[in-house]
Structure formats: structure tokens, C-alpha cells
């Protein structure tokens, strides 16, 4: 059995400051790793625990997101020019999401920005994009610092997650609106007043918030919430349940709707922020950023393809779907990307790339999915329509306050 005092190359994947709390809730030990950690994938049931998402709430451990600290005297300079939105619009105790191209307009990755002072910032991001970020500082005075083991991290969504921050200390919580973070203190049993960062942000599309904390101090908020939530149904999750509640969100995620363009291996499977349906990220008036040119002349042209959401009949979701213009799947259109049943749309749900002539809302294309039928694959044929996203946007996400459930 390894130890903590094991080395590393013994123990490749790292274990996040909640591990030991979330190994012993686990009824399936099913773990994933998640850049560098090991994760868990599902807790019990991925219906349960999406059902509490949806109806309750959950804890989710954020800690392998990767994080970095830039500062310095031209910090605001240098995220302007490194992403696609303007920050200049996103001040002291605010969040932006945002998305990062290379010099083609192709997205690199993207994450959310936190602007703790002036010249101050939080980046979190799925993975590791240091050597980028130090390529596109030359030039800038400003200190980037990945932070990624010094900061746990805990996601807390569902509709009733401000009441239960609330019941667990946090008073005032419920004022923060979308895209806002804040400096809170909670007490913990046998640990005094543990000083947290809470954001109103999440995953999910749902009303949530995300905790920022030391690592000595996550299991202790971690027992607290369990105990408050206990007659009110919290429970943990995994990565499974949260794949379904962001894609009902319509969110994308790397490695399933894009490839960081910084990572693919044949040419034409880049994306852009265009292509992602993610144009509302760009701003052309802000001055230069890098891909810009490249961006201003897909917009003038058009996109070749762009991701789109999909209603498709039937209850069977469309995994890796290939998508064609007319059911005897002569020409194709384009493929799915990311699929679910939803239970709270009562509606099978995908995200797919598809070539430009068929991107219009109303648009009708065939989905091919195969079943297997006790070793049996049966393929289908299946109508799906291009549709709005999110699928699912309920108005309490948005809420301030939020409703006292």
C-alpha cells in the first residue's frame, strides 16, 4: 500500500485536500484523474447525485483546477492583450470568463479571470498553460505564478446553496450577484473562523457559488457543510452528474467540444471562440489581442462550421454521433460532440459541430446512433433539430438574492 511519504513517480496522481472526506463516501471507487489529481467520477448514483444539482445541493471539488497568480505593474495590460474580452470592464471583486486564441484565432483554452485588487489576478483554467502564458508576458512587467496546490477549491451548486452556506455561517452570501466574489469567514468545529473567497460561480447553469480556501482548512469546511446539510439533502459528486448539468447549461468543455489548439495534431480540427458559438467573448473596440486579425476575417467570411445545440428524438443520447442532411446518411453535416438525457428537459440533448449551411436555428439533420442490444449493435437513424442553448437556464441562477429554500 502506498503512503503519503511515498514518491511521487510511485504515486503519479496527486490527491487533493479532500480526498480522504470524498474516498470514504465513495460506494463505487470510481476515480478519473484531472490534471494531475485523481478525482472522483461518481459517488453512488449519477442520477442522484444530478437530481442533486437540479433539486438540492452538491459539493464538487474544484481543487485541480488549475490556478495562477498574475500581478505586477502591467498585469491588466497583459491579460487584455492574452484574451479576447475586454477586462478593463472587470474590477476589484468581479469575475469574467474568458477565452484565450493563438496568433490563427484558434482558442488555445479558457477560464475564468478574478480580479482580487488592481493589477491583481486569479486565473483558473482546466490545464496547465504556463509556458503560454510566459511566451505572451515578454514585453510585460508582470509576475505569473501558478498557485494550483496552495488554493483548495470547492463547488457548492444547486438552489438551495445559498441557504446553505448561510446555515453553515457565511452571512451575506446571498448578495453576492453572478460573477461576483468576496472575502467571508465560516466557523468551523474544533478550528475557529476559517477565512474563505467565495465566487458566484459554477458549472452547473444553476444558482451556485465556489470556495476558496487553504488546504489546512478543507476538510474542516468540508465536515461543516455535510453536517449543516445533512436534513437537507447535500450530497457529493462526481465528474459524471456535472457533465450532464453543463451540458444542459450548453457550456463547453475541453477535450470533448474543442482540442486546445495548442494540443492538436491535425490540421483543420482547431476551433475558434467563432466556431464555439463564443463570438459574445470577443471585443473587436478593446485594441489588440492576440488572434484578433485572424478573428475579424472569420467574422467577414463567415464560419465554416460552428457548435451548435440539438433536440433529438428518442431517448437514446447521441455519444460521437455522426449528423447527416437527410436520413439515407449519404452526406454528412457534422458529428456530435457532447450528449446527454436530460431529466429535468425531459429532452435528448447534444452539443455538435456542424457545417455552416446547417447551423440555422429549425435546421433538420439525421443523428446515427448505435445501441447494443445484449452484444447486439443495432444502429439507428434519428431526427435532430438545432435548437437554443443553454437548454436549461432557470431564473434563480440569476436571482439576487436568491430564494430562501
Known amino acids: 500500500m502506498l503512503t503519503e511519504s511515498e514518491p511521487h513517480y510511485r504515486q503519479p ?32 448514483s449519477v442520477e442522484q447525485e444530478y437530481f442533486s444539482i437540479r433539486n438540492a445541493s452538491s459539493l464538487y471539488d474544484l481543487t485541480p483546477m488549475v490556478k495562477y497568480h498574475v500581478s505586477g505593474p502591467d498585469a491588466l495590460r497583459f491579460l487584455n492583450r492574452l ?6 470592464k472587470v474590477g476589484p471583486g468581479k469575475v469574467a470568463y474568458a477565452v484565450w486564441c493563438d496568433d490563427a484565432g484558434h482558442l488555445i483554452d479558457d477560464g475564468t479571470v478574478f480580479c482580487i485588487a488592481p493589477n491583481e489576478y486569479r486565473i483558473c483554467t482546466a490545464e496547465r498553460q504556463l509556458d503560454w502564458f510566459g511566451a ?13 496546490e496552495e488554493v483548495a477549491a470547492l463547488a457548492v451548486q444547486g438552489p438551495s446553496s445559498a441557504k446553505l452556506l448561510r446555515l453553515a455561517g457565511l452571512a451575506g452570501v446571498e448578495r453576492l450577484k453572478p460573477f461576483e466574489h468576496g472575502e467571508f469567514r465560516m466557523a468551523c468545529a474544533g478550528r475557529g473562523e476559517i477565512a474563505l473567497m467565495v465566487s458566484r460561480t459554477g458549472f452547473t447553469g444553476d444558482l451556485g457559488y465556489e470556495l476558496w480556501m487553504q488546504p489546512q482548512d478543507a476538510e474542516a469546511v468540508w465536515d461543516a457543510l455535510m453536517e449543516v446539510g ?7 459528486i462526481g465528474s459524471k452528474a456535472l457533465n450532464m448539468a453543463r451540458i444542459e447549461a450548453g457550456f463547453v468543455l475541453p477535450n470533448l467540444d474543442f482540442v486546445s489548439a495548442a494540443h492538436t ?3 483543420g480540427t482547431e476551433r475558434s471562440p467563432i466556431e464555439l458559438g463564443l463570438a459574445w467573448l470577443v471585443d473587436f473596440k478593446k485594441g489588440h489581442f492576440t488572434g484578433r486579425r485572424a478573428l475579424l476575417a472569420e467574422v467577414a467570411r463567415g464560419p465554416r462550421r460552428q457548435l451548435v445545440g440539438l433536440d433529438i428524438e428518442g431517448t437514446k443520447p447521441a455519444h460521437n454521433a455522426w449528423l447527416y442532411t437527410e436520413r439515407a446518411g449519404k452526406q454528412q453535416a457534422g458529428s456530435v460532440t457532447s450528449a446527454t438525457w436530460s431529466p429535468t428537459c425531459k429532452r435528448n440533448l447534444a452539443l455538435a459541430m456542424v457545417d455552416a449551411p446547417f447551423i440555422a436555428l429549425g435546421s433538420t439533420l439525421w443523428a446515427e446512433i448505435y445501441l447494443n442490444r445484449e452484444l447486439v449493435w443495432e444502429r439507428r437513424m434519428v431526427r435532430a433539430r438545432v435548437v437554443e442553448r ?10 439576487t438574492p436568491p430564494a430562501d429554500f
Open 13 to 44: 496522481l496527486l490527491k487533493t485536500p479532500f480526498h480522504e472526506r470524498q474516498r470514504a463516501l465513495s460506494q463505487l471507487d470510481s476515480f478519473v484523474p484531472w490534471a494531475g489529481y485523481t478525482t472522483v467520477d461518481a459517488f453512488t
Open 83 to 88: 484574451v479576447t474580452r475586454d477586462l478593463r
Open 136 to 148: 505572451s508576458a515578454i514585453g510585460f512587467e508582470v509576475e505569473i505564478r501558478e498557485v494550483t
Open 230 to 236: 445533512r436534513t437537507r439533502a447535500v450530497r457529493p
Open 265 to 267: 495534431l491535425y490540421l
Open 390 to 399: 443553454p437548454f436549461f437556464a432557470p431564473a434563480r441562477r440569476r436571482a
